[in-house]
């Protein structure tokens, strides 16, 4: 049973350009929240997706986007990268919008440079 | 908002037990977990507690909740080298439908 996997693992891109990240949910789970791991800090909630609409949002710019296909598989899009955006961007599936127990993916490693 | 506090070092020897500490403010949080990251990795949730909960025992695992301080704790007995990484402890908001962690406790094992 595969868990949740994230797609690439590393990723370097400069100021200004555009990045999409993938995630594909843990078999049997239908929700996907994603996450930003700043370099010592905690992970910080982005956002949720559940029915493949955006369901809850933290504090992050329009810059941040999203998508969840019909196969529970999701997106995140970060447009006019900033430094600030290099992080470890990490991907949660659970079962249902109101499960608590996630299970995280291995991340994505995001240099801007 | 929600802050979850954690102190940032921890060190012990091989066999000892670790207590890792963490404070957080929400009182409505109904779940508070705990997570372990080593390097280079993803988040493996380790164990979590029901907030109408004082204690959850798994194998070496000891979680302890105090309410009404707002104070949570992991003890991990006869810690193994293979233990060292950071942990975050956390907790679930209802509101938000989201996970709000605390900084991280490296945990540091020495031989």
């Known amino acids: 049973d595969a868990g949740v996997t994230q797609s690439p693992t590393h990723l370097i891109k400069t100021r200004g350009q555009q990045v999409t990240l993938r995630c594909s949910p843990k078999?049997?789970?239908?929700?996907v929240s994603w996450y930003q791991q700043a370099l010592g800090q905690g992970p910080q909630f982005i956002f949720q997706?559940?029915?493949?609409?955006?369901?809850q949002r933290g504090n992050f710019p329009d810059r941040f986007s999203g998508h969840q296909f019909p196969n529970y598989s999701s997106e995140l899009n970060v447009n006019a990268l900033l430094l600030g955006d290099s992080a470890l961007y990490l991907c949660?599936?659970?079962?249902?919008?109101?499960?608590?127990?996630?299970?995280f993916g291995q991340g994505t490693r995001l240099t801007v440079v | 908002g929600e802050d979850v506090e954690q102190s940032l070092f921890l060190s012990v020897r091989e066999g000892d037990s670790s207590v890792i500490n963490c404070t957080y403010t929400?009182?409505?949080?109904?779940?508070l977990y705990w997570y372990k990251q080593e390097p280079g990795a993803g988040l493996q949730l380790l164990t979590y507690?029901?907030?109408?909960?004082d204690m959850k025992q798994d194998q070496r695992l000891t979680v302890l909740l105090n309410k009404k301080d707002k104070h949570l704790s992991l003890r991990i007995a006869d810690t193994q080298t293979g233990d060292s990484a950071i942990y975050f402890c956390?907790?679930?908001?209802?509101?938000?439908?989201?996970?709000?962690f605390g900084g991280g406790t490296r945990l540091m094992v020495k031989p």
């Open positions: 949660a599936s659970s079962l249902g919008l109101m499960n608590t127990e996630a299970f």
């Open positions: 078999s049997g789970h239908d929700t």
């Open positions: 997706y559940y029915e493949e609409e955006e369901r």
């Open positions: 929400d009182s409505s949080s109904t779940y």
């Open positions: 507690i029901f907030s109408n909960m």
């Open positions: 956390a907790e679930w908001d209802n509101a938000g439908n989201m996970l709000t």
